[in-house]
């Protein structure tokens, strides 16, 4: 991917040899895609809804997920990253503790 801020729907169907109508269907079924449409409704997706689109082929296509498998890896996933920043913030907190403690 390169460091453009939005691509077109032809340039995301390009990136995952997809067709079009693949990425709107994918648009109306994951609410994380979410692109921005301009007055004549030309769809603009953003590097981060890209991602999401690549993730969801690489659940769908490669690795054989259903739409509601993909739909709940993508759900875990986000829960995860959730559960993994509030272990890194409990860490720190308690690191601060130790320091804390010791030069009491």
Request: glycine share 6%; net charge positive; aromatic share 10%.
């Amino acid at each position: 991917m390169s460091d453009k801020l939005y691509y077109t729907i032809g340039e995301v169907s390009e990136m995952f040899n997809i067709n079009p109508s693949v990425v709107r269907f994918w648009e109306k079924e994951f609410p994380q895609i979410n692109p921005q449409k301009g007055a004549r409704g030309v769809r603009r997706y953003s590097a981060d809804s890209v991602e999401v689109i690549r993730r969801i082929y690489h659940l769908t296509r490669e690795c054989g997920f259903t739409l509601n498998g993909a739909k709940e890896q993508l759900r875990t996933d986000g829960r995860l990253d959730e559960k993994m920043q509030l272990v890194q913030t409990l860490t720190q907190a308690k690191q601060f503790l130790l320091e804390l403690k010791d030069q009491l």
